[in-house]
């Protein structure tokens, strides 16, 4: 499509030089990614030429099938690099509904044509020039070289030789230093790829066959999070590009990662197609292309197929152990899978209880699949959490996951949700050595460092617990984001830190309570009310809203209104015997803060009994004050104190 002899491009201000593959403006280098470079030598290399967008994207993409986003992003940022403001039509012209056609006067040279120099500073300037093939010389009859010609061509070789030789000494620098000592570039290399596996996309999008997009993509992230070289994006960070059409560039950025693999299936009867391309996001790279046709019934193999052409594609190198638990798993009938897979879509819409119905009724067909007894454990204790759905759940839970863990011991799905079983329901002790030990063999596992600062929070080892949070969201900048808040910097005071901590959503109660509390204890009264009105407003039937409800009541001096609703929802604790003893130690500072000492107490005691024990935060929390000269406060204090001390002995 571009003539392969010119190397060289001005137009305007700009140089764009094919050899360093750099565009120059003022003989001063523009950083561009390695696409948008593609993309506008495409153009400028046929300029005055209207490109389709086929054209182009063929062009630029010759080995993937991208989406036409992909190019419009690429055309607005060459637009923007050029500095051409909307409807300008400088550079780039845009035919509608057609493609692309450069407008400015372009010349070319190769370096038969022209000769270089270094300028000040070390720039690149051109010294020579040649017109674009497309322009015509005013004398294009041949002559006989003179003298004067002859000598200027010897110049001319004579510069070119020379920029050769510094070029080579340059380069020669640059790989002496390269291998000298390590650098940046290749320390960065030796981090483990990130990667977000993307929902499956329903080319027909048929409502009957939508639960398999999100939950296959599941399927190849549960399998993938054994692979130490890769960091994997857990499927509650990519729920949320369910059907969507993907700008790579834009995904990639929002997920942080470095890599993406995005597919689509078509069901037809029986027969299922699944393409799926892996890209390399830093280059554009398409890494692994390709499609798997099977029969429905045979399903279970998409998970294995996809994790062996990414660990292919990525030229991993897996441990014994990593390559035992990417083996095939042991066969599932395609009753029973299909039921676990729509349990595990339904769960991730916040349908507990008919994701436990889904669930079970795998269980009950296929007892010996390990997976779906650790999904139906953690469906059972969201539904004991958020549903108050009854202690019961947490002991079918409890249940569930060692059932998971007796069919497949080093399961890190289960041990994760056994440990927050654990934490919420007074057992930190237990929990930690089960995460510590999960994360010697998966140290880059996000989930695994956040249910570790989880618990660290819980028995009041406060640094440690932020130290393991801060490593999960180093990790993975989106976990847990809108479903837990990094509350140890809260507890240790560090109040701008942790509302910085805190997304920045409006629409998710969770968050806008915490939001709340953060501005609660920086004295920004009127703020919290109002985000502790908007918390409600969202969600009036999640406990940290209701608290949250009772604290703005107490802000607009509204005392009886706001014990109202904290009798309320300590009376629906207490009858389902469930909440977790961090939740209700809010409700005991809710309490003070209303003026009813006898309450904060009684649920200050049921907090600590139940294994929210975080001294140091007790010791400084302003919102006890009002609690500090009673004496069952001082006893209160001393059991917190020894258990704290207890576990810091223990496991540190």
Not at 494 to 503: A, G, R, W
Request: hydrophobic residues 40%; aromatic residues 10%.
């Amino acid at each position: 499509m571009r003539p392969e002899t010119n190397q060289f491009y001005e137009f305007g201000p700009f140089v764009l030089d094919t050899i360093q593959h750099v565009l120059l403006r003022d003989q001063r280098p523009i950083a561009l990614t390695p696409k948008t470079f593609d993309a506008l030598l495409v153009l400028v290399a046929n300029s005055g030429r209207m490109l389709t967008k086929d054209e182009l994207m063929r062009a630029v993409w010759p080995d993937s099938f991208v989406e036409e986003s992909n190019l419009t992003q690429q055309i607005s940022t060459i637009r923007k690099t050029l500095g051409e403001s909307p409807g300008e039509d400088i550079y780039v012209v845009t035919v509608a509904g057609r493609g692309y056609r450069f407008a400015a006067k372009v010349r070319a040279w190769s370096e038969e044509t022209a000769g270089r120099s270094t300028g000040p500073s070390g720039a690149i300037q051109l010294v020579a020039t040649t017109p674009m093939p497309q322009e015509k010389p005013e004398n294009p009859k041949p002559r006989a070289a003179s003298g004067e010609d002859v000598a200027g061509m010897q110049g001319r070789k004579g510069i070119v030789l020379l920029w050769l030789l510094v070029v080579g000494i340059a380069l020669g620098a640059v790989i002496y230093s390269r291998y000298r000592k390590p650098t940046a570039a290749r320390q960065i290399s030796q981090e483990p790829r990130r990667l977000a596996v993307l929902p499956f996309r329903n080319l027909r999008q048929d409502a009957g066959n939508e639960f398999l997009g999100f939950s296959l993509a599941d399927a190849v992230i549960t399998k993938l999070g054994y692979v130490s070289a890769l960091t994997v994006r857990p499927s509650s960070s990519v729920e949320k590009y369910r059907n969507q059409a993907i700008d790579i560039q834009r995904v990639a950025a929002e997920l942080n990662v470095d890599t993406l693999l995005a597919s689509t299936f078509i069901r037809e009867g029986d027969d299922l197609r699944i393409t799926s391309q892996l890209i390399d996001v830093r280059t554009d790279k398409l890494l692994w292309k390709g499609a798997i046709d099977l029969k429905y019934e045979k399903l279970l193999t998409v998970q294995d197929n996809v994790a062996q052409q990414i660990v292919k594609g990525l030229e991993l190198n897996l441990s014994p152990a990593e390559a035992e638990q990417l083996k095939a798993y042991a066969p599932v009938g395609a009753v029973a899978y299909e039921y676990y897979l729509r349990g595990v879509d339904l769960y991730s819409r916040n349908d507990f209880p008919m994701a436990i119905k889904m669930l079970e009724k795998s269980a009950e067909i296929e007892p010996n699949y390990a997976l779906t007894w650790a999904h139906l454990g953690r469906s059972y204790t969201a539904d004991a959490s958020f549903e108050l759905g009854g202690r019961e759940q947490y002991g079918k839970a409890q249940s569930a996951y060692e059932k998971a863990l007796a069919l497949q011991p080093a399961q890190i799905e289960a041990r994760i949700y056994m440990a927050n079983l654990f934490t919420d329901t007074g057992r930190v002790e237990q929990a930690i050595p089960l995460l510590r030990e999960a994360l010697k063999t998966n140290p880059n596992h996000a989930e695994l460092h956040w249910e570790l600062g989880y618990a660290y929070r819980f028995g009041g080892m406060l640094n440690e617990s932020v130290s393991a949070c801060e490593r999960a969201r180093a990790l993975d900048p989106g976990v847990k984001r809108n479903s837990s808040a990094l509350n140890a910097y809260l507890y240790l005071g560090q109040y701008d830190k942790f509302l910085e901590s805190l997304p920045k959503t409006n629409d998710v109660a969770f968050i806008s309570f915490y939001r709340g509390f953060g501005e609660y204890y920086k004295n920004n009264d009127q703020q919290a009310a109002k985000d502790f009105d908007h918390a409600f407003e969202l969600d009036p039937t999640l406990l940290q809203a209701k608290i949250g409800k009772a604290l703005s009541e107490a802000i607009g001096q509204q005392q009886s209104r706001g014990l109202a609703i904290l009798r309320e929802a300590e009376n629906r604790i207490e009858e389902r015997q469930v909440g977790d003893p961090e939740a209700r130690y809010k409700i005991a500072q809710a309490y003070a803060l209303l003026g009813d000492k006898d309450s904060a107490l009684r649920i200050l005691q049921l907090s600590v009994e139940n294994g929210f024990f975080s001294y140091p935060y007790f010791t400084e929390d302003p919102l006890l004050n009002s609690l500090r000269k009673e004496p069952r406060f001082a006893q209160l204090m001393k059991m917190a104190e020894l258990r704290h001390q207890a576990l810091k002995s223990r496991f540190f």
